[in-house]
């Protein structure tokens, strides 16, 4: 059974740090897409930070320069680095991994809230 876990959200002030994480289990990592998406309150979800097969990686023009995705294949996990937060960053966030077939597995999030 394939089983994505998001942890590492929580309350911070602006201009804070979190470090989001997404544990894999019953599907590895490696070597394959993995997406962090996310869903303000009111908002449509949206992707934020990508990660392929080949460790290229691609964000949301709304982070770059202040997220980083990353991935521990010796953990099977796959971590976005959250600096600088601003208020418009409140959303529940979601690991999400594509794959052959239609298959796409999605975690249940995380809740990230950000005080102003």
């Known amino acids: 059974q394939v089983q994505l876990v998001e942890s590492g959200g929580g309350l911070v002030q602006a201009g804070g740090s979190l470090r989001l994480s997404c544990v894999a289990s019953?599907?590895?990592?490696?070597?394959?897409?993995v997406k962090w998406y996310r869903q303000g309150p009111g908002k449509q979800r949206e992707m934020v930070a990508h990660?392929?097969?080949?460790?290229?990686?691609n964000y949301a023009d709304s982070v770059k320069g202040r997220f980083t995705i990353s991935r521990d294949n010796a953990k099977n996990t796959v971590y976005l680095q959250m600096n600088n937060l601003e208020s418009d960053d409140t959303a529940v966030y979601y690991c999400?991994?594509?794959?052959?077939?239609?298959?796409?597995?999605w975690g249940e999030g995380t809740q990230v809230t950000v005080s102003s």
């Open positions: 990660i392929d097969g080949n460790d290229n990686t």
């Open positions: 019953g599907v590895s990592f490696s070597y394959h897409n």
């Open positions: 999400n991994t594509p794959r052959r077939g239609g298959l796409n597995y």
